[in-house]
T-cell receptor
Framework: GAVVSQHPSWVICKSGTSVKIECRSL??????MFWYRQFPKQSLMLMAT?????????EQGVEKDKFLINHASLTLSTLTVTSAHPEDSSFYIC???????????????FGQGTRLTVV | LAKTTQPISMDSYEGQEVNITCSHN???????ITWYQQFPSQGPRFIIQ???TKVTNEVASLFIPADRKSSTLSLPRVSLSDTAVYYC???????????FGTGTKLQVIP
């Protein structure tokens, strides 16, 4: 099946610094990718939809200037957490679907996640 | 996007069949039902997807009644490694965003 890979798997950074997380679709082209955040014992919360070649669409309440998303190619989307603070510590997960349009149900493929700890 | 409702948690003994039901009363005509499994500190993993009636694969079965307002994920003979959170999602494919409900935390007991 299709594979989505995230890097790094975990990262520790100092408060005030920025961290970049990469999401790659390894064997398919993804014009759209999704970024989620998950706090302990909670469900995944959709942060934004990343569109190749255009601006990302952010969910309500997500600061677009803090969580910068770049989708520069059909296989790579990046999420940069700028000026990170301890409350940004979380598990970040990306997802992509096969580029099939229309009304056919398709599964979403998820990366393995990135554990961000801000100290 | 159709809202889903699942039990928060379930316990089961090893070797038993587990059925997790999801309610999605406002499912749209073109929506599919998809179930995912998530282990701690991992991304969700696709289990099964269906539109109506019954779907079976090597790991699970999915039962969908005619009105499609609910669905049941059936895991045959669970083992300890099936302890995870199971999410029911409803929506169309393609570029539509995927949003998660609360999920069901399944604890398999030896």
């Amino acid at each position: 099946g299709a594979v989505v890979s995230q890097h790094p798997s975990w990262v520790i950074c100092k408060s005030g610094t920025s961290v970049k997380i990469e999401c790659r679709s390894l064997d398919f082209q993804a014009t759209t990718m999704f970024w989620y955040r998950q706090f302990p014992k909670q469900s995944l919360m959709l942060m934004a939809t990343s569109n190749e070649g255009s601006k990302a669409t952010y969910e309500q309440g997500v600061e677009k200037d803090k969580f910068l998303i770049n989708h520069a190619s059909l296989t790579l989307s990046t999420l940069t957490v700028t000026s990170a603070h301890p409350e940004d510590s979380s598990f970040y997960i990306c997802s992509a679907r096969l580029p099939i349009q229309g009304l056919v149900g398709t599964e979403a493929f998820f990366g393995q996640g990135t554990r961000l700890t801000v100290v | 996007l159709a809202k889903t409702t699942q039990p928060i948690s379930m316990d089961s003994y090893e070797g038993q069949e587990v059925n997790i039901t999801c309610s999605h009363n406002n499912i749209a005509t073109n929506d599919y039902i998809t179930w995912y499994q998530q282990f701690p500190s991992q991304g969700p993993r696709f289990i099964i997807q269906g539109y109506k009636t019954k779907v079976t694969n090597e790991v699970a079965s999915l039962f969908i009644p005619a009105d499609r307002k609910s669905s049941t994920l059936s895991l045959p003979r669970v083992s300890l490694s099936d302890t995870a959170v199971y999410y029911c999602l409803v929506g169309r494919g393609g570029y539509q965003k995927v949003t998660f409900g609360t999920g069901t935390k399944l604890q398999v007991i030896p």
